[in-house]
C-alpha cells in the first residue's frame, strides 16, 4: 500500500494505525456535551515510537495515559476547520509491529459539529429530547480524539449512558443494556462493531408505522445487492427514520442506516435512497475512500450499484432513466460551482479546502458516468458488474485510492488493454467541468417528461386551454420529478403558466418531498409571490441540503424578497444542522 498523507487530517497515518477503539459516554442533555473517555489500540508503524498526533476539534481533554502509564499532552495550533492536533508524547519507546493502549479522559462541546441536541419541541414526539451524530466527512474529532481519516479503519465496542426513558443506537451490533450503577436515573447501552430476518426500522413513535410499511422493500433490496456484490458482512442492517433537521438524504452507518423523514410519503424516492444506502455496506463501509479526495470511489460505485439495483427489481430501462436525472443534476452541480472550479474534478486537490464546502453530486453522478462508459466499452452491465464484484472482494476491510482502482481495472481487463489506453483519464479524472464523454442513455422513460416540458416552454397564452390533469396522470413519479427538472433547466415560465399548472395538476398539494421541492423553485423562479412563503416553510421545516439550500438561494434570488429570505434563515438557524447552517449563511452571503 502507497504511503499514506491525507489534507484533511493531522494525525500521524504513517506512524501508527489504530486497531481497536473502545468508547464509554455519558451523555448529558442539560450542557449538550457528551463526557467522554476512549481507549485506543494503536499498532506501530516504525521504530523508536514515542509519540503520536490525534485529530481533535473544540474537545477538553482532561488526562491521558498509555497502557497506564500518564502521557503528556499538548493542543497544537487550532486551524479553521481542521481543528486542533492533540500531540501525546508516551513516557517510553516502543518497536515497529508493537501495540499500545491509549487512554484519553474529554469533554465535547456544546458547538460540536458532528452532533445536533434537538429540544423536545423539535421532535414528533414533543416530550423528550433527541441527539444525534453525523461523522462524515471530518466531524468525527468533534466527538472524539481519533486518526480521523477513512485511510484508517477500526472495530470499536461502546457503552453509552442515557437516562433511562431514552433509548441508545449505534453503527454497531446491540450487545445488551443494564441500569448506570453511578444513577439509577440511567441506562447503560452496550454496542460493538464487529464483522459479524436482519433489517428493524427506529423512529419517533409517531413516525414508526408509516416507516414500517415504506420500508417493506428492505430485505429483498438485501438479497439482490448480495447476488450483485457478494456476501452482506455487517450482520443487522437497521434503519433509522432521524428527525427533519438531519441534514443528509441518508447516511451509511454499517448496521445503522440513518434517513431522512422527507422520503416518507414520497412514492418511489425512499426505494432509491435505501438502495444507495444499502448499497454502500459494500462500496464504503466495506471498500473506503483512502481519502476524501478520492470520495467518488465511495460514490460513484455505489450510485452504480443503486442502479443496478433498480435495473434487477425494475427494469433496464427505469436504470438507463435514472442515468439521465443524474447527469442533468451533475449539470446543475457544475453550474453552481462554475465550469472551471477544481472542486469539479472527478479527484479533487483538497489541501486547506474544508470537505463541508467541496461536498457536491459530482463525485455522485461524474463517478457514475465514467463507470457507465466504462461498462459500454468493456462489454456491458454484466461484465462490468463483474469487475464491481471482483474489485470489492480484492479491497474489502481496507481503503483504496483512484490509481489503485484503476490498475486494477487494467489488470482485470487485461485483455481490453487497448480499449483502455484510449480514455481520456486526465479529462475524467483531473479536468474541471462535465466529462469528456457524454453516455448515451435509452430516453424511452424520458421522452414524455421532455415532450409535455416543451410544451410549456413553447405555449402561447391562448395554448393554455389544451393542458388539461390528464397530461401528469401518465406519469409516474420519477417521471414527474424529471419533467419538473426540465422545466428547472429553461428559462422562468411566465407567471400566467405557473399559475395555470398549479389550476390544472394542483401541484401546491403534492405531498412527495422531491416534485414539492422542485415544483416551488418553478414558482419562486417565476415570481409568483405566494410561493415564497411556501418555498421558506419547506426549506426550514425540514433541514436536508437538497431541499433547503436551493430552497433559500431561489428566494434570495427574487429581489423582492432576499431580505425576508435572510431573516428567516436567521429566525430558523437554531434548529438547522451546524453544517446546513454554515452553507445556507454562506449562500445567503450572511458572514459569521
Same mark, same amino acid.
Given at each position: 500500500?502507497?504511503?499514506?498523507?491525507?489534507? #484533511?487530517?493531522?494525525?500521524?497515518?504513517?506512524?501508527?494505525?489504530?486497531?481497536?477503539? %473502545?468508547?464509554?459516554?455519558?451523555?448529558?442533555?442539560?450542557?449538550?456535551?457528551?463526557?467522554?473517555?476512549?481507549?485506543?489500540?494503536?499498532?506501530?508503524?516504525?521504530?523508536?515510537?514515542?509519540?503520536?498526533?490525534?485529530?481533535?476539534?473544540?474537545?477538553?481533554?482532561?488526562?491521558?495515559?498509555?497502557?497506564?502509564?500518564?502521557?503528556?499532552?499538548?493542543?497544537?495550533?487550532?486551524?479553521?476547520?481542521?481543528?486542533?492536533?492533540?500531540?501525546? +508524547?508516551?513516557?517510553?519507546?516502543?518497536?515497529?509491529?508493537?501495540?499500545?493502549?491509549?487512554?484519553?479522559?474529554?469533554?465535547?462541546?456544546?458547538?460540536?459539529? !458532528?452532533?445536533?441536541?434537538?429540544?423536545?419541541?423539535?421532535?414528533?414526539?414533543?416530550?423528550?429530547?433527541?441527539?444525534?451524530?453525523?461523522?462524515?466527512?471530518?466531524?468525527?474529532?468533534?466527538?472524539?480524539?481519533?486518526?480521523?481519516?477513512?485511510?484508517?479503519?477500526? =472495530?470499536?465496542? /461502546?457503552? $453509552?449512558?442515557?437516562?433511562?426513558?431514552?433509548?441508545?443506537?449505534?453503527? !454497531?451490533?446491540?450487545?445488551?443494556?443494564?441500569?448506570?450503577?453511578?444513577?439509577?436515573?440511567?441506562?447503560?447501552?452496550?454496542?460493538?462493531?464487529?464483522?459479524?430476518?436482519? #433489517?428493524?426500522?427506529?423512529? *419517533?413513535? *409517531?413516525?414508526?408505522?408509516?416507516?414500517?410499511?415504506?420500508?417493506?422493500?428492505?430485505?429483498?433490496?438485501?438479497? +439482490? /445487492?448480495?447476488?450483485?456484490?457478494?456476501?452482506?458482512?455487517?450482520?443487522?442492517?437497521?434503519?433509522? $427514520?432521524?428527525?427533519?433537521?438531519?441534514?443528509?438524504?441518508?447516511?451509511?452507518?454499517?448496521?445503522?442506516?440513518?434517513?431522512?423523514?422527507?422520503?416518507?410519503?414520497?412514492?418511489?424516492?425512499?426505494?432509491?435512497?435505501?438502495?444507495?444506502?444499502?448499497?454502500?455496506?459494500?462500496?464504503?463501509?466495506?471498500?473506503?475512500?483512502?481519502?476524501?479526495?478520492?470520495?467518488?470511489?465511495?460514490e460513484g460505485h455505489t450510485v452504480y450499484i443503486e442502479r443496478m439495483i433498480a435495473r434487477c427489481m425494475e427494469s433496464e430501462q427505469l436504470r438507463q432513466f435514472k442515468g439521465i436525472g443524474g447527469w442533468k443534476e451533475l449539470q446543475e452541480s457544475v453550474k453552481q460551482f462554475g465550469a472551471n %472550479?477544481?472542486?469539479?474534478?472527478?479527484?479533487?486537490?483538497?489541501?486547506?479546502?474544508?470537505?463541508?464546502?467541496?461536498?457536491?453530486? $459530482?463525485?455522485?453522478?461524474?463517478?457514475?458516468?465514467?463507470?457507465?462508459?466504462?461498462?459500454?466499452?468493456?462489454?456491458?452491465?454484466?461484465?462490468?458488474?463483474?469487475?464491481?464484484?471482483?474489485?470489492?472482494?480484492?479491497?474489502?476491510?481496507?481503503?483504496?485510492?483512484?490509481?489503485?482502482?484503476?490498475?486494477?481495472?487494467?489488470?482485470?481487463?487485461?485483455?481490453?488493454?487497448?480499449?483502455?489506453?484510449?480514455?481520456?483519464?486526465?479529462?475524467?479524472?483531473?479536468?474541471?467541468?462535465?466529462?469528456?464523454?457524454?453516455?448515451?442513455?435509452?430516453?424511452?422513460?424520458?421522452? /414524455?417528461? =421532455? /415532450?409535455?416540458?416543451?410544451?410549456?416552454?413553447? !405555449?402561447?397564452?391562448?395554448?393554455?386551454?389544451?393542458?388539461?390533469?390528464?397530461?401528469?396522470?401518465?406519469?409516474?413519479?420519477?417521471?414527474?420529478?424529471?419533467?419538473?427538472?426540465?422545466?428547472?433547466?429553461?428559462?422562468?415560465?411566465?407567471?400566467?403558466?405557473?399559475?395555470?399548472?398549479? *389550476?390544472?395538476?394542483?401541484? %401546491?398539494?403534492?405531498?412527495?418531498?422531491?416534485?414539492?421541492?422542485?415544483?416551488?423553485?418553478?414558482?419562486?423562479?417565476?415570481?409568483?409571490?405566494?410561493?415564497?412563503?411556501?418555498?421558506?416553510?419547506? !426549506?426550514?421545516?425540514?433541514?436536508?441540503?437538497?431541499?433547503?439550500?436551493?430552497?433559500?438561494?431561489?428566494?434570495?434570488?427574487?429581489?423582492?424578497?432576499?431580505?425576508?429570505?435572510?431573516? +428567516?434563515?436567521?429566525?430558523?438557524?437554531?434548529?438547522?444542522?451546524?453544517?446546513?447552517?454554515?452553507?445556507?449563511?454562506?449562500?445567503?452571503?450572511?458572514?459569521?
Amino acid at each position: 500500500m502507497t504511503p499514506v498523507s491525507d489534507p #484533511s487530517s493531522f494525525s500521524s497515518l504513517s506512524k501508527c494505525a489504530t486497531k481497536h477503539l %473502545n468508547l464509554i459516554y455519558h451523555v448529558d442533555f442539560e450542557r449538550h456535551v457528551l463526557k467522554g473517555k476512549v481507549a485506543l489500540t494503536v499498532e506501530v508503524l516504525e521504530d523508536k515510537f514515542s509519540s503520536l498526533t490525534l485529530d481533535s476539534k473544540d474537545l477538553k481533554i482532561f488526562k491521558v495515559s498509555a497502557n497506564g502509564q500518564a502521557a503528556q499532552f499538548a493542543l497544537g495550533t487550532k486551524h479553521k476547520f481542521k481543528g486542533s492536533p492533540l500531540e501525546i +508524547t508516551l513516557p517510553f519507546e516502543l518497536s515497529r509491529g508493537q501495540h499500545v493502549i491509549v487512554e484519553i479522559e474529554y469533554e465535547t462541546s456544546p458547538s460540536a459539529t !458532528a452532533l445536533q441536541w434537538l429540544t423536545p419541541k423539535q421532535t414528533a414526539g414533543k416530550k423528550h429530547p433527541y441527539l444525534f451524530s453525523q461523522c462524515q466527512a471530518t466531524h468525527c474529532r468533534t466527538m472524539v480524539p481519533c486518526q480521523d481519516t477513512p485511510s484508517v479503519k477500526h =472495530t470499536y465496542y /461502546a457503552q $453509552v449512558s442515557v437516562p433511562r426513558e431514552l433509548v441508545a443506537l449505534m453503527s !454497531a451490533l446491540r450487545d445488551g443494556q443494564e441500569p448506570d450503577p453511578s444513577d439509577s436515573s440511567r441506562v447503560i447501552y452496550r454496542f460493538r462493531q464487529e464483522i459479524g430476518p436482519r #433489517s428493524r426500522v427506529w423512529s *419517533e413513535k *409517531e413516525c414508526v408505522d408509516e416507516a414500517a410499511f415504506e420500508f417493506s422493500e428492505t430485505e429483498t433490496m438485501l438479497k +439482490t /445487492a448480495e447476488s450483485l456484490a457478494g456476501p452482506y458482512v455487517w450482520g443487522q442492517y437497521d434503519v433509522l $427514520v432521524l428527525p427533519p433537521s438531519f441534514p443528509y438524504g441518508g447516511m451509511e452507518n454499517p448496521c445503522l442506516t440513518f434517513v431522512t423523514p422527507t422520503v416518507l410519503a414520497g412514492d418511489r424516492s425512499l426505494a432509491g435512497v435505501i438502495a444507495h444506502e444499502i448499497s454502500h455496506s459494500w462500496t464504503g463501509n466495506l471498500v473506503t475512500n483512502r481519502t476524501w479526495e478520492h470520495f467518488w470511489l465511495n460514490e460513484g460505485h455505489t450510485v452504480y450499484i443503486e442502479r443496478m439495483i433498480a435495473r434487477c427489481m425494475e427494469s433496464e430501462q427505469l436504470r438507463q432513466f435514472k442515468g439521465i436525472g443524474g447527469w442533468k443534476e451533475l449539470q446543475e452541480s457544475v453550474k453552481q460551482f462554475g465550469a472551471n %472550479n477544481v472542486l469539479t474534478n472527478l479527484v479533487p486537490n483538497l489541501h486547506e479546502v474544508d470537505t463541508d464546502e467541496a461536498f457536491s453530486l $459530482v463525485p455522485y453522478e461524474k463517478g457514475f458516468a465514467l463507470l457507465y462508459h466504462l461498462e459500454e466499452l468493456m462489454g456491458g452491465p454484466e461484465v462490468f458488474m463483474g469487475f464491481v464484484k471482483s474489485y470489492i472482494q480484492l479491497f474489502a476491510y481496507g481503503s483504496v485510492t483512484t490509481e489503485e482502482w484503476k490498475n486494477y481495472l487494467f489488470t482485470y481487463f487485461k485483455d481490453k488493454v487497448d480499449i483502455l489506453n484510449k480514455v481520456d483519464w486526465n479529462g475524467w479524472m483531473h479536468t474541471p467541468g462535465m466529462p469528456p464523454v457524454k453516455p448515451q442513455y435509452d430516453t424511452t422513460m424520458a421522452d /414524455a417528461c =421532455t /415532450a409535455l416540458c416543451q410544451r410549456w416552454v413553447k !405555449a402561447k397564452e391562448e395554448d393554455l386551454a389544451s393542458f388539461t390533469e390528464a397530461d401528469v396522470k401518465k406519469l409516474n413519479s420519477p417521471q414527474l420529478i424529471e419533467f419538473m427538472a426540465l422545466l428547472l433547466q429553461e428559462e422562468p415560465l411566465p407567471l400566467s403558466h405557473v399559475k395555470k399548472m398549479q *389550476e390544472v395538476y394542483q401541484l %401546491n398539494s403534492v405531498k412527495n418531498a422531491e416534485v414539492r421541492f422542485r415544483w416551488l423553485r418553478i414558482c419562486v423562479k417565476a415570481h409568483w409571490e405566494e410561493a415564497v412563503p411556501l418555498a421558506l416553510k419547506m !426549506a426550514t421545516e425540514q433541514g436536508r441540503m437538497k431541499f433547503t439550500r436551493p430552497l433559500f438561494k431561489e428566494v434570495y434570488n427574487f429581489s423582492k424578497y432576499s431580505d425576508e429570505a435572510v431573516k +428567516t434563515f436567521k429566525e430558523h438557524r437554531g434548529a438547522l444542522h451546524p453544517v446546513t447552517a454554515m452553507l445556507v449563511a454562506k449562500d445567503l452571503k450572511i458572514d459569521g
